[in-house]
């Protein structure tokens, strides 16, 4: 299966299984992070969410180019962006605490679904970064949306998202994308995470989560993310991209 869920001492936890696809996000893991959202998002036993990919190699390299490198329209396009658009809102906006467990590389899309969880816990030896420019597009699934909320800092964000390169993880906790880093094993990195929240009534993460979905949705985040979709959407349909997919396919 591409994908699985597990549920452990209150922890839910969605693994993209696809390791020989470096964890690249198809239908069926669509498919499955929709099934997941929906049978967690009024589950009051689960304390945290946590978002991984199976193996050490990489944690998403973003959407899977062999499934989508199809689509030549905006039209053909923007069905897959605005779904998974809608689904890393929901993501978001999930009533616990959400941590991207990064526990390998994680590029373009990868990138964008680190981006909208609410902590990033990432290997030591992990790498990211915003590549989408490299295909001539830019984020589609609402992840640039996503840092200007959280990060605050334009010029860095802007920075980021327009170099379309591939980070180091200190040079990721520099910028403030990471949130900690970890040596070895993920198990290990995340319980150390979370060790002293763990300790505190589950109640109080929802209360202060409640409190930044009300600020997301005061600046129509969901509506913004959309938006982003739509100009990635666009972007899809010219020359330049499909010429840089060609020379993508090429190389591999």
Known sequence: MSYKIEFNDGIALFRINRPEMRNAINYDVMDGLEKFLGIIEKDESVSFVVITGSGDRAFCSGGDLSEFHGFRTADEASPMLSRMTGLLYRLSTLPMPVIALVNGAAVGGGCEIASACDYRVVSSKAKAGFIQGTLAITSGWGGATQLFAKMKNHDTVLKFLSEAQVHTAEQLKAIGWA??????????????????????????????????????????????????????????????????????????
Not at 193 to 214: D, E, G, L, N, Q
Not at 226 to 248: G, M, P, T, Y
């Open 179 to 252: 949130t900690v880093l970890y040596e070895g094993d993920a198990h290990n990195g995340l319980n150390e995470f979370i060790s002293k929240m763990k300790k505190i009534h589950p109640s109080v993460h929802r209360a202060y989560k409640k409190i930044a979905i009300a600020n997301w949705q005061k600046d129509e985040i969901e509506k913004r993310m959309l938006k982003e979709a739509e100009q990635c959407a666009q972007l899809w349909e010219s020359d330049a991209h499909h010429k840089a997919v060609a020379n993508f396919f090429s190389k591999k």
